[in-house]
């Protein structure tokens, strides 16, 4: 059975930072392209950041230069490192994990307020 689990979300103030965490259990990571989507409320669910099986990234406008993916395969795990947090970045994060087969988390919450 497969299961993404992510971990690290919070209250957070503006400005601040947090590293939210995916670990995965029933599939080596190594082999897939891995992301991190977050959906606000009453908005569609969109891509924030991506990182390729080879390590290539790429980031919505939104956050680049303040949040970075990162992956450690040998945890079977994915990180994004959210920095210089905004209000606008309040959402439920999600982990995926894509290659023949997709696989999502239950997603971990995201509050960014004073």
């Known amino acids: 059975q497969v299961q993404l689990v992510e971990s690290g979300g919070g209250l957070v103030q503006p400005g601040g930072s947090l590293r939210l965490s995916c670990a995965a259990s029933?599939?080596?990571?190594?082999?897939?392209?891995m992301g991190w989507y977050r959906q606000a409320p009453g908005k569609q669910r969109e891509l924030v950041a991506a990182i390729t099986s080879g390590g290539n990234t790429n980031y919505a406008d939104s956050v680049k230069g303040r949040f970075t993916i990162s992956r450690d395969n040998a945890k079977n795990t994915v990180y994004l490192q959210m920095s210089s947090l905004k209000p606008e970045d309040t959402a439920v994060y999600y982990c995926?994990?894509?290659?023949?087969?997709?696989?999502w988390g239950q997603g971990t919450q995201v509050t960014v307020s004073s």
């Open positions: 029933g599939i080596s990571i190594s082999i897939y392209n």
């Open positions: 995926k994990a894509r290659w023949v087969h997709e696989y």
